[in-house]
């Protein structure tokens, strides 16, 4: 079985290590703020996940980024090999869209993903909006954006997640059957 590679990335205390916790069944409460630094890995596996009306399992790799850019000499490390990328940023914060466009450039652009390789987290914990943000969401329109709080909206997080990994499978395995048809293709002309 094939490990997927994820990064959650987005700025300072803005609840990645919160929602990654929740997502690898890894809660501990109640939750005491303590800042990531660089980087911590959470492996754990999804079941029955959906691509092409088939249910896989996979293992994960969740990456927990620190948003703090004095761990930025981390970040080729942490892109290399990385399959999709989450990017978190919370109703807590002014303006994110800033920093969420370099998180972008960095981990999704410069690894030559798209946006089917990417999610936006809007973390509300208190339920404190409606929405997300439509000024985050207008500056990623090709990149699935949804509101989450893991306390009241939990069940509704991980089914979010859920769909992010079985779009994010079928990109990949849509893109390994492309390169095997090349492959066969050269070898053909040959």
């Known amino acids: 079985m094939h490990t997927l590679k994820l990064v959650m990335i987005g700025p300072t205390r803005s609840g990645k290590t919160t929602i990654a916790n929740f ?55 942490i892109r290399k090999g990385v399959h999709g990328v989450i990017l978190v940023y919370s109703a807590k914060m002014q303006d994110s869209s800033r920093q969420l466009k370099e998180f972008y450039d960095y981990f999704i652009s410069g690894a030559k993903l798209g946006p089917n390789n990417c999610v936006i987290f809007f973390f509300d914990p208190d339920n404190a909006t409606s929405s997300a943000s439509k000024i985050v969401s207008s500056s990623f329109s090709n990149v699935s954006h949804v509101k989450c709080n893991v306390d009241d909206g939990g069940d509704k997080l991980k089914a979010d997640f859920r769909l992010f990994l079985s779009t994010l499978m079928s990109k990949l395995q849509e893109n390994k059957e492309e390169k095997l048809i090349l492959s066969d293709n050269i070898l053909f002309a040959k």
Request: negative net charge.
């Open 23 to 77: 997502l690898a069944d890894a809660t501990e409460m109640p939750y005491d703020y303590h800042p990531t630094q660089g980087v911590r890995i959470l492996e754990f596996e999804i079941n029955d996940i959906e691509i092409n009306d088939e249910h896989i399992s996979r293992d994960i790799e969740l990456w927990d980024c620190s948003g703090d850019h004095k761990f930025k000499n981390c970040w080729p490390a």
